[in-house]
């Protein structure tokens, strides 16, 4: 499955990357805003986007908008901070499938990702 990160800190990306490129997961894109993860969402196409709620530019919000009319069945996790939990059901509610608070270990977003695919499947 291809994966795209989208988060405006270059530590956190870098840190997905890393947890998630050794799991069957290809990471097909770096996106530091909305507007970055829309133009790489559309050249690469991914299954999966870990997607940040606080960026620059294009919030995460809008982004999940824009990426799920672009192709409806992408799975979107939402990686942001505590503090933005209204603004997480908002993205919920918007089409996002999962949450994982900040900050996290590799293996708290490991199985996030997971849950995220296996209910997918599942159903």
Not at 12 to 19: D, E, G, L, Q, Y
Not at 58 to 68: S, V
Not at 92 to 116: R, T
């Amino acid at each position: 499955m291809k994966l795209l990160i989208v988060d405006d800190s270059n530590i956190i990306r870098s840190k997905i990357a890393r947890a998630l490129g050794s799991r069957n997961l290809e990471v097909v894109g770096l996106a530091r805003n909305g507007h970055e993860a829309v133009s790489l969402f559309t050249r690469t196409r991914p299954d999966v986007v870990t997607m940040d709620l606080t960026m620059p530019e294009m919030d995460g919000i809008e982004c999940i908008r824009r990426l799920l009319e672009l192709k409806p069945d992408t799975l979107i996790l939402v990686v942001s901070a505590l503090a933005d939990k209204a603004t997480a059901i908002e993205a919920l509610k918007l089409g996002a499938q999962g949450f994982l608070c900040k900050p996290f270990s590799e293996q708290d977003l490991a199985e996030a990702v997971e849950e995220l695919i296996k209910g997918a499947v599942h159903g």
